[in-house]
Structure formats: structure tokens, C-alpha cells
């Protein structure tokens, strides 16, 4: 796999001030890897965009820091989560003679009979399987044709992919499916929704009809009422000056 070039230069602004470089339209970063010192360095934005392009996390950087040169893979970048410009590089240096593990990216190419013929929907509950392999045998991506899947519940799984197994180790599940077609609706959604519909239907049956109050309620005022007389009851006083005198009687 071809070196893409990019020029960085070591840093030494850091912490809080980094933000000075941004504004210049530069991006604070670092160089870490097996038995490598971390390295503060800085690359321009504009550069660096062209370079992710092209590369993505799989292909090998020829990173120019000063004289030396170093075979770096872009293992992370961090990015406003507002404005989405980018404020960090992370650069893996790599032996080119030592395998590495990385997330490899996977592209659905084809068209799915089943979703063409409107019969079932594409599932893709996978997006990347994670590989290991010599960094100049990592590829950019691994296809997944979907030419093929023209039933409900056809799939693919790790095991069908068409990777040079000879090279690249696949680190995933073999079972693990990556693309499948499912129902339209499935059978799950179905369940649901009857018993939402039930559910309403049940509310709809127990709501008192309009303007009509439930039997078991009293009218406003006479909870009160009805308590008072019981309390006054209970002392085995009359209530007005009327049952004194009958009482004295």
C-alpha cells in the first residue's frame, strides 16, 4: 500500500494555548505506538482534511516531522461536537513489519433484490469488523455485496466476506450477520401495536361518558359535609338548637 504523505512539525504550545493554533488553522496532535515516545506535533487543517480523505484509519501516513520520517495510521480525531472542526490528532506509529489491530470499515455495494422488489428492508447491524494484519496489508474497506439477498431473512455473515484471509485476520464472530433483509414490519412491531391499540381501547371503555360523573364520586362539597355530620355524630351531639330542646325533653 502506497505512503500518503503529510508534513507535520513538532509542538510547543500545549494545553489551554492550543487553541491559539487553531485559530491559525492548526491542529495540535501527537504520535504514540508500541516502544514509541509520544510526540507533541502540529499539521495544518487544510492538509490534514486531504489526507483523511484518502486514507481514513487504515491507510499508512508517511508523517514528516522535520528530517525524519514516520509510517503512522490516523487512530483517532476529536471534533467539536457544535461546529465539527477538528481539535486533535492521535497518530499510531506503526512497524511495517508488525501486524496491528484495527476497526475496518465496511461498504454495502449492489442493489438487494428483496428491497428492490419492495419484499423485505436491509438490515445492517454492523458497520466495521475489527482486523489484524501487516499495516501495509490493511484495507481502505471490506465490501459486503448484497447482489444476492432476495429473500426475507437472506444474510451475510462475517464468514461470507471476501477478504484475503491469507493476509488479514478477522477478529469478529464468523456468525456475527452484517447485512440482512428483514420484514417490512416485523412481526415484533406487529405485537406491539396491538397491544397499544388494546391498551387504548381499555381506556377508551373505562373513561366516564361526557358531562357524566362516576356514581362512586361525590358531588364536590359533600365529602366534606358527609364527614362533619359522621364526626358529630360520633360525639352524640345535636346538631341544632332545635334537637338540644328535644333532647332535654
Not at 466495521?128 to 474497506?141: H, I, S
Request: cysteine-free.
Amino acid at each position: 500500500m502506497e505512503q500518503i504523505p503529510l508534513v507535520a512539525e513538532k509542538r510547543s504550545v500545549l494545553g489551554r494555548k492550543v487553541k491559539s493554533l487553531r485559530r491559525q488553522g492548526i491542529i495540535p496532535a501527537h504520535v504514540f505506538g508500541h516502544k514509541v515516545k509520544t510526540e507533541h506535533i502540529q499539521v495544518k487543517a487544510h492538509d490534514f482534511k486531504k489526507v483523511f480523505e484518502t486514507a481514513g484509519e487504515t491507510g499508512i501516513i508517511a508523517l514528516s516531522v522535520g528530517t525524519e520520517k514516520k509510517p503512522v495510521l490516523i487512530r483517532g480525531t476529536q471534533v467539536h461536537p457544535l461546529t465539527d472542526d477538528l481539535l486533535h490528532i492521535d497518530f499510531y506509529q506503526v512497524n511495517l513489519s508488525e501486524k496491528v489491530t484495527v476497526n475496518v470499515p465496511l461498504e454495502i455495494i449492489g442493489e438487494s433484490p428483496a428491497v428492490e422488489k419492495k419484499i423485505g428492508l436491509l438490515l445492517t447491524p454492523v458497520t466495521e469488523v475489527e482486523v489484524e494484519a501487516l499495516p501495509g496489508d490493511l484495507p481502505e474497506n471490506i465490501e459486503v455485496d448484497i447482489s444476492n439477498l432476495t429473500n426475507i431473512d437472506d444474510e451475510i455473515k462475517v464468514k461470507d466476506l471476501k477478504v484475503d484471509r491469507s493476509k488479514i485476520d478477522v477478529l469478529a464472530d464468523e456468525e456475527l450477520v452484517v447485512a440482512q433483509v428483514g420484514e417490512l414490519i416485523t412481526k415484533e412491531m406487529e405485537a406491539l401495536e396491538a397491544e397499544v391499540e388494546a391498551e387504548q381501547a381499555e381506556a377508551a371503555a373505562a373513561a366516564p361518558a361526557e358531562g357524566e360523573e362516576s356514581a362512586e364520586a361525590p358531588a364536590e362539597g359533600e365529602a366534606a359535609e358527609g364527614a362533619e355530620e359522621k364526626k358529630v355524630a360520633q360525639k352524640g351531639e345535636p346538631r341544632s338548637s332545635d334537637e338540644r330542646e328535644e333532647k332535654s325533653e
